[in-house]
């Protein structure tokens, strides 16, 4: 069974400043996906950026950026230039290659952005 | 793009009575539906798989005459708490994929989820 792991329950950034955010997961699937979303307070589930497992080249998404880490089962995400809007629930998410779509989510961190 | 629509965004009820809760594909047509059950300040924990046509697939622990899913049609999953409690209180949110669109690059689309309150 797979499972994914955010080992950070909270963490709080100032304004125009860079926030990592840790993530790790286990699985012996050597075809997978990996995703970071958002949550806001309005609760809507907000897709941030996907990885795919075959692909060596760390995914970017203007400010988002991920650090993927194959062999180590790891995957963080970094926040650039952090704006007040950023401020959510953010969860790592585990997604199996093939026709289950099924995804397994981490289960969060919460992070405040502070001006 | 793809929307996912869930209706009704709250709901309050007397302890007993049965909720249904729709998700709609607005514009695709889902042959897979997910429904999620959400605790405040917790992770979304998968309920069950709805499948069009078929009978949908619960994951360990979820009582499935207790929470009732039909999916009917390729653009309409309903999930049914039945005889609903307190303990039944909680955030769902529905979540369907393009099925025209690769796995990992169209990912699931969200509703915008419902909260059950049961008095």
């Known amino acids: 069974a797979q499972t994914v792991t955010q080992s950070q329950p909270e963490m709080s950034v100032q304004e125009a400043e860079t926030v990592t955010l840790s993530c790790t997961y286990d699985t012996s699937e050597s075809n997978y996906y990996l995703f970071w979303y958002k949550q806001p307070p309005s609760r809507q589930m907000i897709l941030v950026i996907r990885q795919e497992a075959y692909k060596q080249q760390n995914a970017t998404e203007n400010r988002f950026s991920v650090n993927f880490q194959k062999a180590a089962k790891s995957f963080s995400l970094k926040i650039s230039d952090s704006q007040l809007g950023d401020t959510a629930m953010y969860f790592c998410a585990f997604m199996k290659g093939g026709s289950t779509d099924k995804l397994i989510f981490g289960t969060g961190t919460r992070l405040q952005v502070f001006p | 793009g793809a929307v996912v629509s869930q209706h009704p965004s709250w709901v309050i009820c007397k302890s007993g009575t049965s909720v249904k809760i729709e998700c709609r594909s607005l514009d695709f047509q889902a042959t897979t539906m997910f429904w999620y059950r959400q605790f405040p300040k917790q992770s979304l924990m998968l309920m069950a798989t709805s499948n069009e046509g078929s009978k949908a697939t619960y994951e360990q622990g979820v009582e499935k005459d207790k929470f009732l899913i039909n999916h009917a049609s390729l653009t309409l999953s309903t999930l049914t708490v039945t005889s609903a409690h307190p303990e039944d209180s909680s955030f769902y949110i529905c979540?369907?994929?393009?099925?025209?669109?690769?796995?990992?690059?169209?990912?699931?689309?969200f509703g915008d989820g419902t909260r059950l309150s049961i008095l």
């Open positions: 979540s369907a994929r393009d099925p025209t669109g690769q796995a990992g690059i169209s990912p699931q689309h």
